[in-house]
């Protein structure tokens, strides 16, 4: 079984600065992939960000960066020049290959971007 | 894009009541999924499905049960709405894809009170 943590509830970040939301994970399986998705104010979720744990490289997708740390099953996201519309609720979540295709997610971290 | 409907945004049932939440995705995609989210708990998943009329428990399927009998719909049932079930209900959908990752849509959600 795989465990997905995210101990920071609620963060905040000024408009144009930096945030890092942070992840860690449990699993025993060697083959896994880990997303970050977001969760807008009644809008759906949708993923942001997706890491290969065969891949060294962190992933990056515009202004969105993860720091994978593979030894230490960690999996922050850092988000850059941060935007009004990026407040919302952001999970972490894992697919693990032995997994049947389910993820398991964290618990989730609220965003406020202050303007 | 990548679609994933369902049926309605805001449920209110009384205990008791016998409760069907569905889910249509429109991009031919053999895996769905029924989660609920709480606060504080992320999202937990409570039935799968990786084909036409096959179903597997997820974590907490008690009180539930599914139903997919066409590719495109997966439906959740209540068979008798309890307090305790009072949740925001999502669906979701993915592709089997060998040697990459299960990236899944989501659906809008719905909140669902029972009374």
């Known amino acids: 079984a795989q465990t997905v943590t995210q101990s920071q509830p609620e963060m905040s970040v000024q408009e144009a600065e930096t945030v890092t939301l942070s992840c860690t994970y449990d699993t025993s399986e060697s083959d896994y992939y880990l997303f970050w998705y977001k969760q807008p104010p009644s809008r759906q979720m949708i993923l942001v960000i997706r890491?290969?744990?065969?891949?060294?490289q962190n992933a990056t997708e515009n202004r969105f960066s993860v720091n994978f740390q593979k030894a230490a099953k960690s999996f922050s996201l850092k988000i850059s020049d941060s935007q009004l519309g990026d407040a919302a609720m952001y999970f972490c979540a894992m697919e693990a290959s032995g997994s049947a295709r389910q993820l398991t997610f964290g618990s989730g971290t609220q965003l406020t971007v202050l303007p | 894009d990548v679609k994933v409907t369902q049926s309605s945004r805001y449920l209110v049932k009384r205990t008791g009541e016998k409760v069907f939440l569905e889910c249509v995705q429109d991009m031919d995609h053999e895996n769905m999924f029924w989660y609920r989210q709480d606060p504080g708990l992320g999202l937990r998943l409570i039935y799968f499905s990786y084909d036409v009329k096959m179903k597997e428990k997820g974590d907490i399927p008690e009180g539930y049960s599914v139903s997919r009998e066409k590719k495109e719909r997966f439906s959740l049932i209540l068979e008798s709405a309890s307090t305790n079930q009072t949740s925001m209900y999502l669906c979701?959908?993915?592709?089997?894809?060998?040697?990459?990752?299960?990236?899944?849509?989501f659906g809008p959600g719905t909140r669902l009170t029972v009374t």
């Open positions: 979701a959908s993915s592709q089997t894809k060998f040697g990459g990752s299960y990236e899944q849509y």
């Open positions: 890491q290969e744990a065969y891949k060294q």
